[in-house]
């Protein structure tokens, strides 16, 4: 696009929506390819379910609508799902991926206990939106944050000295 005559004209709007956990889409170990240093590569397998669909559907003709009413002489509206039909890639390209290391109080269905730690072992934590069971509509950074801080804290033992900024008090 920084080379293209139109730059100038163009725009791009994508609307944010929550996928739900299906057990189908899922990371794992590939069993052939491997990474740099030989080990297995993940392997992401993602398909969109019937809640996705309907959201797109239910988005993409508002987004339609945002652009005329912007004036837009020129515009095209499609959901993802309508590449996956036309032999396309299916995944949504502006994503927060969550959810891969689940958090949960039992093993067998989840990743990591409630404090960021990886059931069955001891010394490694994690503090990211992988440990969300899943994505949400909404932008994910402050929870990411608060996830991270509690397991920070946890970690230390340790809670921020008592100030407007840690206190939700207003700096002003």
Do not use: W
Not at 76 to 87: C, D, I, K, Q, T
Not at 153 to 158: D, F, M, R, V
């Amino acid at each position: 696009m920084r080379a293209s005559l139109l730059r100038d004209r163009l725009a791009g709007v994508e609307c944010f929506a929550t996928d739900m956990p299906y057990l189908t889409n899922n990371v794992t170990l590939d069993p052939t390819i491997k990474d740099l240093n030989g080990q297995p590569a993940p392997r992401i397998t993602y398909q969109i379910g019937k809640f996705e669909k309907a959201s797109q559907d239910f988005f993409v003709p508002l987004v339609a609508a945002l652009c005329g009413a912007s004036g837009a002489q020129l515009y095209a509206a499609f959901p993802y799902h309508l590449a996956n039909e036309l032999g396309g890639d299916p995944t949504p390209h502006g994503k927060h991926t969550m959810g891969g290391m689940q958090m949960g109080v039992d093993p067998k269905t989840s990743v990591v206990a409630g404090d960021g730690r990886i059931h069955q072992m001891d010394n490694v934590y994690v503090a990211d939106g992988s440990v969300f069971v899943t994505s949400s509509g909404v932008h994910p950074t402050n929870t990411i944050m608060a996830v991270a801080l509690r397991t920070a804290y946890g970690l230390t033992g340790q809670r921020p000295k008592s100030s407007a900024a840690t206190s939700g008090a207003s700096a002003r």
